[in-house]
């Protein structure tokens, strides 16, 4: 199992990411009540379509489809639309205490008056977590950095908090391939699902 580098000019037309629960739902067969367990086990889903193209690019991507060798291989992907967060955090914020598995937040060393909004993406210690409500952060710097989706493994105290593209990895999904017509390449689509290890 390799991780693949994205190819030269891989720029989508079109974005999609969807979270994936891990849940199961059982309902009552007398009075119609359900209960609903969370499993935990969230992972991020992301479909793309990357534009026409002439024969010559489209080799590139042809090549990349072929590298990623079905689910064998990775590439780690991030959100194409917000890049960086719409929040003002910046520089190199870190987690401040170890946080179990499950937990829902983040307790963030940034700096005094740094904010992040719902939807931001931030990575910590190989995960890809959306914020999931504006916060600000205090006059010590201090940070609580509610999330959409939940810790898949415990965070240490001191993990840095990546805000600039921020990636997880992801294998490839969908049966994809490059369409050859006379002049040009139309648009690929491609389905990637998180790699949780």
């Known amino acids: 199992m390799s991780l693949i580098s994205l190819p030269f000019g891989f720029c989508p037309s079109a974005f999609t990411l969807r979270m994936q629960t891990n849940q199961r739902a059982f309902g009552s067969p007398f009075g119609g009540s359900e209960q609903v367990i969370d499993l935990l086990n969230d992972r991020w889903l992301i479909s793309l379509t990357l534009p026409n193209r002439l024969h010559a ?15 064998t291989n990775t590439v780690n992907l991030y959100h194409w639309v917000r890049k960086i967060p719409r929040g003002t955090l910046r520089g190199t914020p870190t987690v401040i205490a170890t946080t179990p598995a499950g937990n829902p937040f983040l307790h963030v060393q940034a700096v005094a008056g740094q904010t992040v909004l719902a939807g931001d993406m931030l990575g910590v210690g190989g995960l890809l977590l959306q914020v999931k409500d504006d916060a600000t952060a205090d006059g010590s710097g201090f940070l609580v950095v509610n999330i959409a989706n939940r810790l898949r493994r415990q965070i240490a105290a001191g993990t840095a908090v990546i805000w600039d593209r921020p990636t997880a990895p992801f294998r490839l999904s969908s049966p994809s391939a490059v369409q050859y017509i006379p002049g040009y390449a139309p648009e690929v689509s491609m389905d990637f699902v998180e790699d949780i290890g």
């Open 57 to 71: 690019d489209a080799a590139r991507v042809e090549a990349f489809i072929a590298s990623l060798r079905g689910m």
